[in-house]
């Protein structure tokens, strides 16, 4: 979002946080040219902070073990002091580094300020399951309204609406 009101000239509201920074300079100036990023988080499936990325290291929290050949799901690995790889002089993860305490609590600080924005930050969460009000709608005349199957395939499945396609 940031870069997009940036290139079409538009101030972004200042009451709240946007998830992004203007990429413009990076887009549009030399290759190689250093975003304003100081830390990138990656979140794990439920949606929780466990990984950062800060100048050349990759900080593990948490990190999931693959499926063994007999098709048992893996599981999650929870790091009490964090898995630290230099991606720039090892890319592949294969070997794990010690990070001196200043910079692990630089890190542990840059975390703790993410979290805190995000969870200050306005968010919703939709209930689409507390009133039919909500639900979708397959509605030909509706252009809000978008059907998943041809209105041929409803009716011969027996004319009925949305309630019957489920």
């Known amino acids: 979002m ?3 009101a940036a290139l079409a000239g538009v101030a972004l509201p200042q009451d709240r946080v946007f998830d992004g920074i203007d990429l413009g300079p990076v887009i ?3 290759p190689g040219k250093a975003t304003a990023h ?3 988080f990656h979140p794990n ?3 929780e902070l466990k990984v950062v990325r800060y100048k050349q290291y990759m900080v593990y929290y948490e990190q999931y073990t693959a499926s063994d050949c007999s098709g048992n799901k893996g599981g999650t690995v929870q790091h009490s002091t ?3 790889f230099d991606v720039v002089s090892d890319p592949a993860e294969s070997t794990p580094v010690q990070l001196d305490a200043d910079t692990l609590k ?3 600080q ?5 979290e805190a924005s995000i969870k200050s930050t306005l968010s919703h969460k939709a209930d689409y399951s507390s009133s039919d009000q909500y639900a979708p709608c397959c509605d030909s005349t509706d252009p809000v309204c978008r059907c998943p199957w041809s209105q041929a ?3 011969a499945a027996g004319g009925g609406g949305l309630d019957q396609a489920f």
């Open 2 to 4: 940031p870069t997009l």
């Open 28 to 30: 549009f100036q030399a």
């Open 38 to 40: 100081e830390a990138l």
């Open 45 to 47: 499936g439920a949606g």
């Open 82 to 84: 964090p898995l630290v």
């Open 106 to 108: 630089t890190v542990e």
């Open 110 to 114: 840059l975390l703790a300020a993410k």
């Open 153 to 155: 395939d409803t009716a």
